[in-house]
């Protein structure tokens, strides 16, 4: 069964970069027809959908996120990346990497499989 775990920093500060890989062990990113997908919450808000990037490599972005994001894999190590750049006080979050299986994201589904989830503070 694919498992997924976030990492990076719990702390940025305001103009900086925030970074965060997602592990995945269980089954390779490569593999299969999947969007390995970046998603976030923000207190009292809803998921948001940031990214993702396919098995084959092409990756989607968010339009209204796209200035500021990079997606990025490394295959040899089985990972993805996020990169937000110059983020503020708004991007404090709870980001989660997961598989899913479409672009069109309406939600947490049975047959998708999510990280547990990082929370991220930005400072002021």
């Known amino acids: 069964q694919v498992q997924l775990q976030e990492s990076g920093p719990g702390l940025v500060k305001s103009s900086q970069t925030l970074s965060l890989t997602c592990t995945v062990s269980?089954?390779?990113?490569?593999?299969?027809?999947?969007?390995w997908t970046w998603i976030r919450q923000s207190p009292g808000k809803g998921l948001e959908w940031m990214g993702a990037?396919?098995?084959?490599?092409?990756?989607y972005y968010n339009p209204s996120l796209k200035s500021r994001t990079s997606i990025s894999r490394d295959t040899s190590k089985n990972q993805f990346t996020l990169q937000l750049t110059s983020v503020t006080p708004e991007d404090t979050a709870v980001y989660y990497c997961?598989?899913?299986?479409?672009?069109?994201?309406?939600?947490?589904?049975?047959?998708?499989?999510w990280g547990q989830g990082t929370q991220v503070t930005v400072s002021s």
């Open positions: 997961a598989r899913i299986r479409s672009l069109a994201f309406n939600g947490r589904r049975p047959e998708d499989s």
């Open positions: 269980g089954g390779s990113i490569t593999a299969n027809y999947y969007y």
């Open positions: 990037i396919s098995t084959s490599g092409d990756i």
